[in-house]
């Protein structure tokens, strides 16, 4: 079971980047999503997550409106479309995966099963 997360990396206020997390050894599909963001000095937060059926979505306040989280079960991989990026919004990102075959939308890291190894995003003002 593998998470491979890409698609971090450097860019100004205003930009976009498209964040995958792409899955080896397992069938996503039966699985819920979380990206998850650790800056440093700062705990982890959940900044969005999808159920494995794609019905229901959670985001965070400081990125409702920005963020689209998305997932290609054909492609076994989710998707963090990020724009209007903000200073605030650097940090490590990590996907996560949490089995359930439910409309469930989990939050919390400690939910998650496996974790990827992240990728770096920088915002510059």
């Known amino acids: 079971v593998q998470l491979q997360a890409s698609g971090g990396g450097l860019v100004q206020a205003g930009g976009s980047l498209r964040l995958s997390c792409a899955a080896s050894?397992?069938?996503?599909?039966?699985?819920?999503i979380g990206w998850f963001r650790q800056a440093p000095g700062k705990e982890r937060e959940a900044v969005s997550c999808i159920s494995s059926n794609g019905d229901s979505t959670y985001y965070s306040d400081s990125v409702k409106g920005r963020f689209t989280i998305s997932r290609d079960n054909a492609e076994n991989t989710g998707y963090l479309q990020m724009n209007s990026l903000k200073p605030e919004d650097t940090a490590v990102y990590y996907c996560a995966v949490m089995f359930s075959l439910h409309t469930v939308v989990p939050t919390t890291p400690s939910q998650y099963h496996y974790w990827g190894q992240g990728t770096e995003v920088t915002v510059s003002s």
């Open positions: 050894g397992f069938t996503l599909e039966d699985w819920a």
